[in-house]
């Protein structure tokens, strides 16, 4: 069956270090993989798209990366800020502009 | 430029009843969507929408019906409802022209009792 795993537990990190989340998924063949933000009573944000023949993509502090082989995205926030706490959800595509998410991971910066 | 707004913001139905939600966006995007997100559960797709006119369905569509009759509007009904339809429902809009970024609105609350 298809999965898209992410950590169930939150992610508490001290503030300036950086949080690095995964997303492995199974029986998937995303042509490209997302990441969006979610805060608590609101709908998800965009953050970034990286599709299956790039590595690594970067926006600000933001990186991921897409590992077609091991079926496996890291989502890295470096200089972690108070500001960066959320739920971080990866979304993979499914074909016909539809997306598959994950569950979601938790991040709490500690000041 | 209001994005994607949904309406209600909050509802609370007695089994049995129906209701309709209300998804309108402004960017003039062909693709529109309704997910329903369940604590401990990520968002699944119920119906979709590839064009004006237009529906399908996606991963969890028992219970629900859409319509699409104008580009900027998405109505999602629940014709009887049932305490397993309380959740919290999203729509996103998503832009025909191939960024696949897809844009979410604030949601809505529902509650079956």
Known sequence: SQKIEQNSEALNIQEGKTATLTCNYTNYSPAYLQWYRQDPGRGPVFLLLIRENEKEKRKERLKVTFDTTLKQSLFHITASQPADSATYLCALDRGNNRLAFGKGNQVVVIP | ?113
């Open chain 2, 1 to 113: 430029n209001a994005g994607v707004t949904q309406t209600p913001k909050f509802r609370v139905l007695k089994t049995g009843q129906s209701m309709t939600l209300l998804c309108a966006q402004d960017m003039n995007h062909e693709y529109m969507y309704w997910y329903r997100q369940d604590p401990g559960m990520g968002l699944r797709l119920i119906h979709y929408s590839v064009g004006e006119g237009t529906t399908a369905k996606g991963e969890v569509p028992d219970g629900y019906n859409v319509s699409r009759l104008k580009k900027q509007n998405f109505l999602l009904g629940l014709e009887s409802a049932a305490p397993s339809q309380t959740s919290v429902y999203f729509c996103a809009s998503l832009s025909q022209y191939g960024s696949y970024e897809q844009y979410f609105g604030p949601g809505t609350r529902l509650t079956v009792t």
